[in-house]
């Protein structure tokens, strides 16, 4: 109805106070008495106003009432006989709520037997639920039965497989449909909910040795779509799930590409971006539209894009699980992008329309939080979020085998919450990885509650994406007129800061707690970035890119490299290409042969960091003791490691990130290894360290 046409409003903030917003046009907003009427019992009683004020073109009213019990429907009446529905709102901040209404249980969703289905889904605010379903072409609504703690259910006495299903939430003098938040399927686009049976899914095979410690993680961040969209390899399964691991796919000169390249190249984890169901691709026409997916839709079920049978609700599960087991097969790890910081449309999410007001962070007047920048912050706090989250997790976890979670904005969420998960999680895989980014966001949340990267001593088995070791290495990722290098850069005044976040002595509890990165899907790529700030020929950009990545494989912490990084991908200086086309955002293999001299560079470090302890310290004491970093010259670092675990016992890394050369005395004992350089070049005893070069020398 439109707004101007509203003359009374009534929300029940507290279980005992109600505001009721009079129209001013409406004999001026003045209200004498207002009354509460029990819609089932026809039962009428006197409220009491306790305060009243002016806001715009409203007259406030707050009234005390009697403790009211939800799940009953009441409207407001005033002296003049105007009545209204009573809407829940700020009454799910009450500290009494949770406390009276938190359900632990284990059984949310559709619990499938080929015999029945029982249906549960959490709506403490609702007078009334139903489930509708459609089966063999028949429609059906059924009521559901409140139980304690706001639970409705229902169970239906026959075999439901492939039933199609919503549910009608009522609140105040509204019904809402919406799908199941807990469901395992779903149609095209989320547009209802499936029954299906878990015993179809496939079985997901788990990692058959461990992860010793946290520090021999390399993560390396994929895209479903990205990684299989250039029409040039040929991809039978182009852009889904069963792409990413399809074996045999060559470039146009016959090299690897695809799956058997990332088994090739010696990363241990790959970092998947969302493959939950976001809003924002049309799911039977995906050329229509491109989107990364940070704009969840279901995080309760895979991406219906990504499958090849979009009419089939088991394709998306079971293609899901089967590129999970195949990645564990070939000997990688996977995590997963997990966006629970928000949710793309506040008002059609299924959380907002079971209990509105609840799931996401608001003050009493409905005002909602938007540190996100995406119109809503999870509420994360609140008993029910935090088990929702957890629920999600431990699902992807145990339905498709994820071994850990990369979690956007991990800001917005509170400590609590991340460090349950943590401590879930690991219950049942000792090695799973949690992590994710630990920006200050401008939620509604205390500082010292945010999961951010300042209170990183609270969350001490969580790691934090490094942004502050991006942006001294690489330089500040928000290019500008002015735009701040970083030390690998050129910017040899950095020389302090860039030795205590390659040793990582500056800023975590554990060396575990950093993930090192220069770039990832945000922001411009690493090449993109040079070719932009710095006035400088490809031979030295490229020799930049090279520097760039020996810091990040061999720094003291968890490496991550974004797909494409280690042969120097370019998105054509698009800086956010969420929703650029594939032909940005593709990954583009022909370059990867055009590159073959950075991406072999690269596969040496990883095997040099995976042969070598010393590049995996797992304590501050133990870096303290066994690496050092010096001046060979001015803005020259030699970065030392010493180590009784590995092929050598001692290994210098020289960066000279300046356009001059200088020169290093090697002794009778080093062996360089591994450069930038085409050639050695030495007179004597001294090396040539060139311009713009990296040299890593070792002693066996």
């Known amino acids: 109805m439109e707004k101007s046409l509203i003359f009374m409003s009534a929300y029940l903030e507290r279980f005992n106070v109600i505001h009721v917003h009079v129209a001013k046009q409406y004999y001026g907003g003045i209200i004498e008495q207002f009354y509460l009427k029990n819609m089932l019992t026809q039962e009428l009683s ?32 005033n002296n003049h006989g105007l009545s209204c529905a009573l809407e829940t709102r700020g009454i799910v901040n009450d500290p009494m709520f949770d406390h009276l209404f938190a359900y632990d249980g284990d059984d949310l969703g559709p619990a499938y037997t080929i015999e029945e289905t029982t249906f549960k889904v959490w709506s403490p605010t609702s007078h009334a639920v139903k489930l509708q379903y459609q089966l063999n072409g028949q429609m059906e609504t059924v009521d559901m039965e409140r139980q304690t703690q706001g639970v409705y259910t229902v169970t239906l006495k026959k075999d439901m497989e492939g039933a199609r299903y919503t549910y009608w939430t009522c609140n ?153 087991n195949r990645l564990h097969l070939s000997g990688l790890r996977v995590t997963m992008d997990m966006v629970v910081n928000h949710v793309y449309d506040v008002n059609s999410s299924s959380l907002e329309r079971l209990v509105p007001y609840y799931y996401f962070r608001n003050d009493d007047f409905g005002h909602i939080s938007n540190g996100s920048y995406c119109s809503n912050d999870i509420n994360s706090e609140c ?46 895989d000792p090695n799973c990885l949690i992590y994710g980014e630990g920006w200050n966001m401008n939620t509604m949340l205390p500082d010292d509650h945010k999961a951010m990267l300042d209170n990183q001593a609270q969350m001490p088995k969580i790691s934090f994406f490094n942004d502050q070791y991006r942006d001294i290495l690489k330089g500040s990722t928000f290019t500008n007129d002015h735009v701040r290098l970083g030390y690998l850069s050129g910017n040899t005044d950095l020389f302090d800061e860039a030795q205590a ?58 490496p991550f490299l974004h797909c494409g990084q280690e042969f120097a991908r370019s998105k054509m200086g698009v800086h956010n290409s969420f929703n650029s086309p594939d032909n940005i955002n593709q990954v583009d293999w022909e370059r ?35 690496v050092k970093i010096s001046h060979l010259s001015n803005g020259v670092m030699i970065y030392t490691v010493y180590q009784t675990k590995g092929e050598f016992k001692q290994i210098k890394v020289i960066f000279n990130p300046k356009t001059e050369s200088t020169y290093y005395n090697l002794s009778a004992k080093d062996e360089v290894i591994i450069t930038t350089e085409n050639a050695i070049k030495q007179e004597y005893s001294n090396l040539l360290i060139e311009p713009v070069s990296v040299y890593i020398i070792a002693q066996r």
């Open 46 to 77: 006197s409220t009491r106003i306790v305060y009243d004020y002016e806001e715009n073109d409203w007259h406030v009213y707050q009234l005390m009432v009697d403790n009211l019990y939800l799940g009953t429907p009441f409207t407001i009446l």
């Open 172 to 324: 105040g003098d509204q019904c809402l449909k919406t799908t199941d938040p807990y469901a395992y399927a779903s149609t095209a686009n989320g547009v209802e909910s499936v029954v299906v049976n878990p015993k179809k899914f496939h079985k997901i095979l788990k990692m058959s040795f461990p992860l010793k410690q946290k520090t021999d993680a390399v993560i390396y961040e994929v895209s479903v779509r990205d990684f299989t969209s250039s029409k040039t390899i040929k991809s039978k399964y182009r852009r889904q799930f069963l792409g990413v691991v399809e074996k045999g796919l060559v470039t146009k000169n016959n090299q690897i590409a695809g799956f058997d390249y990332l088994i090739d190249l010696g990363v241990t984890h790959v970092q998947l971006m969302p493959i939950f169901d976001f809003a924002t691709i049309e799911e039977t026409k995906p050329d229509l539209f491109y989107n990364w997916g940070y704009d969840p839709s279901q995080i309760n079920v895979p991406e219906g894009s990504y499958c090849t049978d979009l009419g089939d609700p088991y394709s998306r599960i079971n293609e899901c699980i089967d590129m999970v």
């Open 383 to 428: 008993f029910m979020v935090r088990k929702y989250i957890v629920d999600m997790c431990r699902r992807w976890q145990k339905i498709y085998g994820m071994d850990g979670f990369r979690f956007d904005l991990m800001g917005i969420l509170d400590i609590e919450t991340m460090n349950t998960i943590q401590r879930v999680l690991s219950s049942k």
């Open 501 to 558: 976040v390659i040793s990582n002595q500056h800023k975590f509890t554990l060396p575990e707690q950093s993930i090192n990165y220069v770039e990832c899907h945000d922001n411009a790529t690493m090449y993109d970035y040079l070719k932009e700030t710095l006035d400088e020929n490809e031979e030295i950009r490229l020799k930049r890119q090279k520097l760039l990545n020996t810091a990040v494989i061999l720094s003291q912490g968890i």
């Open 592 to 626: 990867k042969d055009e590159m073959i001299d950075q991406v072999y560079y690269v596969k040496n470090l990883l095997k040099l960091r995976r042969k070598n302890s010393g590049f995996r310290y797992t304590t501050k004491e133990e870096i303290e003791k066994n």
